[in-house]
């Protein structure tokens, strides 16, 4: 029998880890008198975002918010050797001033030296909040900072949301993190890896953006059959309500590392539905990779950010730029 103390603390973390895990689902969307059955995709021809001098090989992943008139795109850039986030401001959302890196990789930190990107943006309660992907490349994991404006970022000297247990769905990596405020609760929807490299999408909740909840039944979206277009793959979740549901845009990847932007339709944020097909690219530019979505709602308009590219890579060298489209609901 181990000391009262040990057996305390035993008990204390295996509270611990119970607490790291919950039942629930999101409140019910509000009603609408407009419904969709889905959507069709009307992308801009030209791409909003190109490579420049830091980011000079991809941009990807944006991440828009919209405040007081203006645009804030907080987007992945890589320099050949490591992912960097930078900042973009427009007036409206198609023309972007680059503002130059924010948040880069810190080697002597848990974040290592190859990323500190490929993050979820939200303006929350007066301030900027950023949950974006670092640690090492094999077992990447969501770290979180901080900013009154934009410009001077604060982050947490540790992960916020970190891989599962052993032979989990997300024993090997958690990324792509998309987060939503609905009431006093933020939601995370997020890409997890397991052992076998299948990677699938979960969702957590917080109170506070730094203490998360995995839903215990997790993930809520699997891998297409073989020859889907996500049958090899899927994450990059970007999730909304409107028309009386929560939708979710994400990216399917097949087995020659080709990316498509694939829908389901939910209406409690956790059990989904696939919409059938699937969204391509039409450009020389983003003929072989559409990913990385960010949905606004603006009125009657539901605007998505994507990133594309003209080489089916896994991660980087995509010759990666950054679009826009509206989504165009069917009745």
């Given at each position: 029998m181990p000391p009262n103390g040990v057996a305390c603390a035993t008990v204390l973390l295996l509270l611990s880890a119970c607490n790291r895990y919950a039942d629930f689902t999101l409140p019910a969307p509000p009603p609408s008198q407009v419904t969709a059955a889905g959507f069709d995709w009307n992308p801009d021809p030209s791409p909003a975002l190109s490579p420049g001098d830091w980011d000079s090989v991809d941009v990807l992943n944006p991440s828009v918010v919209h405040d007081?008139?203006?645009y804030f795109n907080f987007y992945s850039g890589f320099d050949g050797k490591a992912w960097h986030t930078g900042e973009a401001t427009s007036s409206d959302g198609l023309h972007w001033q680059k503002q130059g890196r924010i948040?880069?990789?810190q080697p002597d930190?848990?974040?290592g030296s190859y990323?500190?990107?490929?993050g979820a943006a939200l303006l929350d309660r007066g301030e900027f909040l950023y949950w974006y992907v670092a640690g090492p490349r094999e077992t990447p994991r969501i770290g979180l900072a901080r900013s009154p404006d934009g410009k001077?970022?604060?982050?947490?000297?540790?992960?916020?949301l970190g891989t599962g247990p052993r032979g989990s769905w997300d024993e090997r990596g958690v990324a792509d993190p998309d987060v939503l405020r609905i009431g006093d609760t933020l939601y995370m929807y997020y890409l997890g890896q397991d052992r076998a490299r299948r990677q699938r999408i979960?969702?957590?909740?917080?109170?506070?953006?730094?203490?998360?909840?995995?839903?215990r039944s997790n993930p809520i979206l699997e891998i297409g059959p073989d020859t889907a277009f996500d049958e090899n793959g899927l994450g990059e979740p970007a999730?909304?309500?409107?028309?009386?549901?929560?939708?979710?845009?994400?990216t399917g990847r097949d087995r020659r590392e080709y990316r498509r932007l694939g829908m389901a339709g939910s209406i409690d944020g956790v059990t989904w539905k696939k919409l059938p097909g699937s969204f391509a690219g039409s450009e020389p530019w983003n003929e072989k990779v559409?990913?990385?979505p960010s949905v606004l709602i603006e009125g009657n308009s539901i605007r998505v950010w994507f990133g594309g590219g003209d080489v089916a890579s896994p991660d980087e060298n995509l010759h990666g730029r950054i679009g826009t489209a509206k989504l165009i609901p069917k009745p």
């Open positions: 007081a008139g203006a948040i880069s990789p930190s848990w974040e990323i500190a990107a490929n001077q970022w604060s982050r947490r000297t540790a992960p916020v979960g969702l957590a909740r917080s109170a506070d953006g730094v203490h998360w909840q995995k839903l999730v909304w309500q409107s028309h009386g549901k929560y939708w979710m845009l994400y559409i990913c990385d």
